[in-house]
Nanobody, 123 residues
Framework: VQLQASGGGLVQAGGSLRLPCAAS????????MGWFRQAPGKEREFVATISWSGGSTDYADSVKGRFIISRDNAKNTVYLQMNSLKPEDTAIYYC?????????????????WGQGTLVTVSS
């Protein structure tokens, strides 16, 4: 399994970006997926998650109401739409596949990770 995140870049505060994460393999559609981010000098933190069907989503409080996670199982792709971006959203964003049975906010519950895409929000 390989995950390829893309779509990062430099954007002004208040702007938007859409991050796609393309997955290889035929079993993508049966797994919950998540997005995490890691800012310089900080630990990796949970951003958003989506169930295998797309019917259930959840977000970190810091992005709730601004970010939207979605997926297209026919394209083996999960997306993170980021709106109203703030300088504190600056980080490397990672997509990951969840396999554990514990809470989805914990990075150790995910087995495969994309390489990350850098998002920089200027003030």
């Amino acid at each position: 399994v390989q995950l390829q995140a893309s779509g990062g870049g430099l954007v002004q505060a208040g702007g938007s970006l859409r991050l796609p994460c393309a997955a290889s393999g035929r079993t993508f559609s049966i797994y919950r997926m998540g997005w995490f981010r890691q800012a310089p000098g900080k630990e990796r933190e949970f951003v958003a998650t989506i169930s295998w069907s797309g019917g259930s989503t959840d977000y970190a409080d810091s992005v709730k109401g601004r970010f939207i996670i979605s997926r297209d199982n026919a394209k083996n792709t999960v997306y993170l739409q980021m709106n109203s971006l703030k300088p504190e959203d600056t980080a490397i964003y990672y997509c990951a596949r969840k396999v554990g049975s514990s809470t989805y906010t914990v990075p150790s519950e995910y087995d495969y990770w994309g390489q990350g895409t850098l998002v920089t929000v200027s003030s």
